[in-house]
């Protein structure tokens, strides 16, 4: 360490405007401290002893919260401060509110807390008065914007997981209670072969045309069909239940043609039920029905685990704070989770391939698909074409967010990015999600966020660099 002169005190932007006099003053009070690549300055929580300034190197400026690690800045400009920069106010509470960390061999300027709180209440009490009253009321407008910003992100998810959760939650509970009335009726039929005697070569037969239904019939399914395909295959099925005298013909045929059946198979029914073909056919039918919505309960089941499953890669939940992620995995989830949102909207992926993952906060990254998701399906009015697009460009990751709406209007083109602007009516937007983007792109992922609008649409392109250190 060695003792720095008022020259050097001079060539920094904090000291220009002082008098000889205050800066020799400084001086005579300051020291020169080196730390390595990676040294812990000082620790948040730590007693604020000190007050630094960045003579030459980089530093990063970091705060612990809900469990991680958050950078706040990162920067290499000189004259860069931080410490015990409010011990001239009369707190009791006298630690750091942040970790100081180098990012690569750096020299500082540095002063006791009590030799700065002095200069600054002998030397300046008009800006120490001043600057006390600015952070009190930056602090508390901080603080309610935040709070704004996570209730409605909050809002946002809650009112995403209940819409989504509810339509495959009810569809199960709809075809549970319309299966437990199949499975009677199944019962009830199985009565009246039982009535007609059968013998047991007769009730093998139809045993085995049931099973081979079933598996035609799930086949038949996921084979796509026109309405007017559909319609020709019922009225086939009813005109030959009619030529076989079989009563209510007209009520089997759309339960055997919704699952893909024609007369070919009903043919085979008649040659394996003999002398009980009414019987056999309205017990296949009542079987072909709790097939089907055993099918309805699996898919709504299946549905509401894949939410789930992207609900916790959307959150992250599990995850560290940094992570190589994949950003297709991240704007699938987000697609899942705004599917209410987006039902009338085409959604396009263009993603390349082979494309590098990326260090990054994944959830932060989630939030602003969210928000340029969101904007997008709002621009299109819930109908359009959204397109997903991804790249990598030299040393950079690109993802872009296009959809076909009417473009941003020139007048407010200059302020989307302002905290509590917006266009969207009262109660629909917040003004704080592209901020909020912007703010979790440029100062978290040291990357670039911007926007091209037109009257055929507007594109929001999000650039990451595919090598950054982040904390």
């Known amino acids: 360490m060695s003792t720095p002169t008022a020259d050097d005190l001079r060539t920094l932007f904090l000291f220009e405007g002082l008098s000889d006099a205050q800066r020799d003053w400084l001086a005579a009070r300051a020291e020169r401290a080196t730390y390595d690549d990676g040294a812990v300055v000082f620790r948040q929580g730590e007693p604020a002893t000190h007050l630094y300034v960045l003579l030459e190197g980089g530093i990063r400026l970091s705060r612990a919260a809900g469990g991680e690690e958050l950078t706040v800045n990162e920067t290499t400009h000189r004259g860069s401060y931080g410490g015990a920069t409010r011990a001239y106010v009369d707190e009791v509470d006298r630690t750091y509110g942040n970790t100081f960390t180098t990012t690569q061999p750096s020299t500082f300027l540095r002063w006791l807390a009590d030799d700065f709180a002095t200069f600054m209440r002998t030397q300046l009490p008009m800006a120490v008065h001043l600057l006390d009253g600015l952070y009190n009321g930056l602090r508390l407008t901080e603080g309610a914007v935040q709070q704004r910003e996570h209730l409605a992100r909050l809002g946002t998810l809650s009112a995403t997981l209940a819409h989504e959760l509810n339509n495959p939650a009810a569809a199960a509970v709809r075809a549970t209670g319309q299966l437990r009335g199949r499975v009677a009726g199944m019962r009830g039929k199985l009565a009246m072969l039982a009535a007609a005697k059968l013998d047991a070569d007769l009730l093998a037969r139809l045993v085995s045309c049931q099973e081979h239904a079933v598996e035609l019939a799930a086949k038949g399914r996921r084979t796509p069909r026109t309405a007017m395909e559909e319609s020709d295959l019922e009225d086939a099925l009813a005109d030959r239940l009619d030529e076989l005298g079989v009563p209510g013909g007209y009520d089997l045929a759309p339960v055997f043609a919704g699952n893909g059946l024609g007369p070919e198979w009903l043919d085979e029914v008649v040659e394996a039920a003999e002398g009980s073909l009414e019987g056999a056919l309205r017990w296949l039918a009542y079987a072909l029905e709790t097939e089907s919505l055993m099918d309805e309960i699996e898919d709504a089941t299946a549905r509401i ?21 994949d950003v297709h995995t991240g704007l699938d989830s987000t697609v899942v989770m705004m599917g209410h949102k987006l039902q009338g909207v085409k959604v396009v992926r263009e993603y390349a391939d082979d494309l590098p993952k990326v260090p990054a906060h994944a959830a932060e990254l ?58 969207k009516p009262p109660g629909r937007g917040s003004g704080l999600g592209l901020d909020s983007a912007r703010r979790i792109v440029e100062a978290r992922h040291h990357g670039r966020l911007g926007f091209d609008t037109g009257p055929d649409g507007t594109c929001f392109a999000v650039r990451l660099p595919l090598q950054q250190r982040l904390a």
């Open 305 to 325: 685990s894949t939410l789930v499953a992207s609900v916790k890669s959307y959150s992250y939940v599990d995850s560290s704070s940094v992570q190589e992620v």
């Open 366 to 423: 989630n939030q602003v698909w969210t928000n340029l998701i969101d904007n997008a399906a709002d621009a299109m009015g819930g109908t359009g074409t959204l397109v997903l697009r991804t790249r990598a460009e030299g040393d950079e990751l690109v993802v872009e967010v296009a959809d076909d709406g009417p473009g941003i209007p020139a007048e407010v083109q200059a302020r989307v990015f302002e905290p509590l602007f917006t266009t």
